[in-house]
C-alpha cells in the first residue's frame, strides 16, 4: 500500500512593516502599564492635584500664554520615567538571557528597535493628553487671561518622545543599567544650565525658562523661538535614532548620510535660538516700561478706569473688586473722585531689589494720556509662590493710598507712612476682599520685624508701615468689618489727617496703641 504525502501549504506570515508594528503596539501598552511611567507620571501631577484639591489662588487667575510654559517643567519628570522605561524594555532581551530567542525570529535587530522607537510614542501621546486637559482646565476657569501657544503646548510631548529616544540609544550603546539614571541626571544638569547660564545656553536644554521674577509679560514683549526650539528637538530626536537603529545592526550607507544630515540640521536650527533679542521686541519692552499708555486699552468699571495691556484687560474685574471694597467704606466725596487704574511692567536691571521704577516717565505718560495719579497695577495676579500674592496686597496698599492722600505721591516714595492715616491705609487694603486680607497675613508672616513694605512690582520703591500700625491694623481686622468701616467713614478727615497720632486713632476704636513707635 503506498501513502501519497501531498504538501501543504506553510501558514502565510505577516509582512515584516506588519510584524514591526505588531510588535510596536504590544511594547507601547508594556510602557503604558510600566510601574517606572507610572509612578513619574504620579509625581508629574501631583502638584496639580494638590492645586486643585486645596484650591489655591494660582488655578483662579492663570495667564494662559504663561501656564502654557508653566506646564513643561512637571512634564521632565515624565520625560525621566520615559527614558528610563524605554531603557528597560530595549534591555529586556539581556536581562532575560533571551538573546537567542530573538535571534531566531523573524524580525530583525534594526526591526525591533524600529518598533522600540515607534513604542517611545505612547508616553508622548500620554504627554499630550496629561498637558492638553491642563490647559483646558486653566482655561475653563473664569480669571484666566490670555491665549494658548500650541508650539508651546507642543513642546512636552516631544520633549517626552525626544527622552525616551535617548533612553533606547543607551541600549543599543550599552547593556549597563545604570547607564539611563546617569543620563536622566545629565538631562537634569543640562536643564539647569539652561535655566541659570548665560543667555546663549536658555535653548539649548529641552525646554527654556524665563526670569519669573519679571513677573508675567505680555506675548510681544517676550522673545521666545519656540518654533525654531521644535525644529531643533525634531532633528535631535531623528539623529539619535536614526544612531540607535543603525547601531542595531542597519546598514549605515542608508542610516549613515542620513543621520549626518540630521545632524547638520540640529545646528542650523539651534544658532537662530541662540541669536540676540530683535529690536523691535527691545524697543517694546523700553515702551511698555516708561510709557504703556500707547499700548494699552481701557474700560471703565464703577466709574474708575482700568487700562490693561491687551492680554490682561479681563483683569480689571478682580481689580474692581478691590477697588470697590477699598471705596465702600470713604466719604462720598472720596469715593465719587476721578480714578485711574494703570497695569505697569517693570525690568530689575541689578536682580537685587534695587532698583526704583521710572517716576518721573510714568507721570509724563500719565499726563499725556489724560489719566494724572493712576495708580500701578502688576501684570501678575493671584498666588505662585508667593509673588503673584504679593502683587495683589501692594495694589490693594496702593489703591488706599490714592484714596486717603488724594495722590500716588507716596506711592512710590520710600518714607513710612505714619500715625493715624498709616492705620487706615492698612485697614483698608487688607480688608478690600479676603484675597487681599490672607496675602496681608501672609506678608506679615514673611516680612522681617512685622513692618510691611509696599513695594511698587518689588522694586526699591515704595512706603513701609511700621510694626506698630500693623499690629493695630491686624486687631481692627478681627472685627466685622462693617463695624469698623462705619468708624472709618465717620472718622476720616481726622485719620486721613498726617498730624494724627497713632495713639489718637487707637483711642478712637477702644485700643491702646503699642509703645516704641518708631514714627
Known amino acids: 500500500m503506498t501513502t501519497t504525502l501531498t504538501p501543504t501549504t506553510p501558514p502565510r506570515i505577516a509582512g515584516r512593516p506588519a510584524t514591526v508594528l505588531t510588535l510596536a503596539r504590544a511594547e507601547s501598552w508594556r510602557l503604558l502599564r510600566h510601574p517606572v511611567l507610572l509612578v513619574a507620571l504620579l509625581l508629574s501631577v501631583a502638584p496639580w492635584v494638590y492645586e486643585l484639591v486645596s484650591g489655591g489662588l494660582a488655578t483662579r487667575y492663570p495667564v494662559l500664554h504663561d501656564e502654557d510654559r508653566f506646564v513643561q517643567l512637571p512634564m521632565l519628570l515624565l520625560a525621566a520615567g520615559a527614558l528610563l522605561a524605554v531603557n528597560l524594555a530595549a534591555l529586556r532581551a539581556q536581562r532575560d538571557n533571551m538573546e537567542a530567542f530573538y535571534a531566531v525570529q523573524m524580525t530583525t535587530a534594526a526591526q525591533r528597535t524600529v518598533a522600540h522607537l515607534l513604542s517611545a510614542i505612547a508616553p508622548a ?37 525626544l527622552a525616551g529616544v535617548v533612553g533606547l540609544l543607551l541600549a543599543r550603546l550599552t547593556t549597563a543599567q545604570v547607564a539611563a539614571p546617569l543620563a536622566i541626571v545629565a538631562l537634569a544638569m543640562l536643564a539647569l544650565f539652561s535655566a541659570v547660564g548665560p543667555r546663549w545656553s536658555r535653548w539649548l536644554g529641552p525646554i527654556a525658562f524665563e526670569d519669573e521674577l519679571t513677573g508675567s509679560l505680555p506675548p510681544d514683549l517676550m522673545h521666545r523661538p519656540v518654533v525654531w526650539h521644535l525644529l531643533y528637538l525634531s532633528a535631535l530626536l531623528v539623529t539619535l535614532a536614526l544612531l540607535a537603529v543603525g547601531l542595531s545592526g542597519a546598514r549605515w550607507r542608508t542610516t549613515g548620510p542620513a543621520a549626518v544630515l540630521a545632524a547638520v540640521a540640529v545646528a542650523v536650527t539651534g544658532v537662530p535660538q541662540m541669536a540676540a533679542e530683535p529690536a523691535d521686541v527691545v524697543a517694546a519692552r523700553a515702551a511698555a516700561a516708561t510709557r504703556p499708555a500707547g499700548g494699552q486699552e481701557c474700560r471703565e468699571i464703577d466709574g474708575i478706569r482700568f487700562c490693561a495691556f491687551p492680554p490682561y484687560e479681563p483683569r480689571a474685574a478682580q481689580w474692581a473688586d478691590v477697588t470697590r471694597g477699598i471705596l465702600r467704606w470713604a466719604p462720598a466725596e472720596v469715593a465719587g473722585s476721578a480714578y485711574t487704574v494703570r497695569q505697569r511692567v517693570f525690568f530689575n536691571s541689578s536682580g537685587d531689589l534695587n532698583d526704583p521704577v521710572p517716576v518721573a516717565d510714568w507721570q509724563a505718560d500719565d499726563a499725556a494720556a489724560g489719566t494724572p495719579d493712576s495708580v500701578p497695577v502688576s501684570t501678575s495676579w493671584g498666588d505662585r509662590d508667593g509673588y503673584n500674592e504679593l502683587q495683589m496686597f501692594q495694589f490693594s496698599g496702593a489703591f488706599a493710598i490714592r484714596a486717603v492722600t488724594g495722590s500716588t505721591t507716596a506711592v512710590y516714595d520710600n518714607a513710612p507712612i505714619c500715625g493715624a492715616r498709616g492705620l487706615l491705609i492698612l485697614w483698608l487694603g487688607a480688608q478690600a476682599t479676603p484675597e487681599t486680607r490672607k496675602a496681608y497675613e501672609h506678608s506679615l508672616d ?37 463695624e469698623v468701616g462705619e468708624q472709618m467713614r465717620q472718622n476720616w478727615a481726622k485719620l486721613a489727617d498726617p498730624a494724627t497720632g497713632l495713639d489718637e486713632a487707637a483711642q478712637l476704636f477702644g485700643l491702646r496703641a503699642p509703645d516704641g513707635s518708631l514714627c
Request: zero cysteines; aromatic letters at 2%; charged letters at 15%.
Open 446 to 482: 514673611n516680612s522681617y520685624g512685622g513692618s510691611v513694605v509696599l513695594a511698587v512690582l518689588t522694586s526699591a520703591s515704595g512706603p513701609s508701615l511700621p510694626r506698630e500700625t500693623a499690629d493695630l491694623a491686624r486687631k481692627l481686622l478681627d472685627r466685622p468689618a462693617a
Open 125 to 161: 501621546v500620554l504627554a499630550a493628553v496629561v498637558v492638553t486637559l491642563r490647559l483646558i482646565w486653566l482655561a475653563a476657569v473664569p480669571g484666566a487671561v490670555g491665549r494658548v501657544s500650541v508650539p508651546e503646548a507642543v513642546t512636552a510631548p516631544l520633549v517626552v518622545l
